[in-house]
């Protein structure tokens, strides 16, 4: 079974420019999510997609950040202007809801992320 | 909001050596998960351990045990018989432990402890 895949794997652009980074999750995994790691800093959390619908964006930076999973499938993030400090790893990852009913646990399969480089 | 603290950036161990990283974190809830993470160079963050917080007994998987201490809300991970294998980027990370549907599952990570084992 294909794991977690986000495409591209390395991106560089200049300050301003726009970039959409692409995440296809396990096939069945109704729960996506993506993090983001700042150089030195810890993997903070983005948002959260069950199935089509934003769960939680709570972690989303600012607006310049849109993410969307139509149809349920895969995932894009699009970052339009990108800033400096947008540079990082952005991790994808999906997972199912197992356990007990009531009760959830997930493990979340984690994509190898992309990084992002604005210059 | 969930706080989760790797004080160790960097350690090093020889290989068939234990070595233990520290993990400790900061929340206000009662039922939460623990996990610890491996992130090997230029691949895919993958599961190595979890724990439940209302089990009392340290989960085991093989080489890699875990000293969970609730009451001091410490959660370190030991690696015996290490191996070169094992070089990679540990992360220790806190989900809240939630029921009923519209769970919001997020992962809340440490900074990470880059573990290098030496031959």
């Known amino acids: 079974e294909a794991g977690v895949t986000q495409f591209p794997s390395h991106s560089v652009i200049e300050k301003g420019q726009t970039v959409t980074l692409r995440c296809d999750p396990i096939?069945?995994?109704?729960?996506l999510y993506w993090y983001r790691r700042v150089m030195g800093k810890e993997i903070k959390f983005l948002l959260h997609?069950?199935?089509?619908?934003?769960?939680?964006e709570s972690g989303m930076p600012n607006n310049r950040f849109l993410a969307e999973r139509t149809g349920g499938t895969y995932s894009t993030l699009k970052v339009q202007p990108a800033e400096l400090e947008d540079s990082g790893v952005y991790f994808c990852a999906s997972s199912q809801v197992l356990g007990l009913a009531g009760i959830s646990y997930n493990e979340q399969f984690f994509g190898p992320g992309t990084r992002l480089t604005v210059l | 909001a969930q706080t989760v603290t790797q004080s160790q950036p960097e350690m090093s161990v020889q290989e068939a050596e234990t070595v233990t990283l520290s993990c400790t974190y900061d929340?206000?809830?009662?039922?939460?998960?623990l996990f610890w993470y491996k992130q090997p160079p230029s691949r895919q963050m993958i599961l190595v351990i979890r724990?439940?917080?209302?089990?009392?007994q340290n989960a085991t998987e093989n080489r890699f045990s875990v000293n969970f201490q609730k009451a001091a809300k410490s959660f370190s991970l030991k690696i015996s018989d290490s191996q070169l294998g094992d070089t990679a980027m540990y992360f220790c990370a806190f989900m809240k432990r939630s029921s009923g549907g519209g769970s919001n599952y997020k992962l809340t990570f440490g900074k990470g402890t880059l573990l290098t084992v030496n031959p």
């Open positions: 096939s069945g995994h109704d729960n």
């Open positions: 997609f069950v199935k089509e619908s934003k769960q939680d």
């Open positions: 724990q439940e917080a209302y089990k009392q």
């Open positions: 929340t206000s809830e009662n039922n939460y998960y």
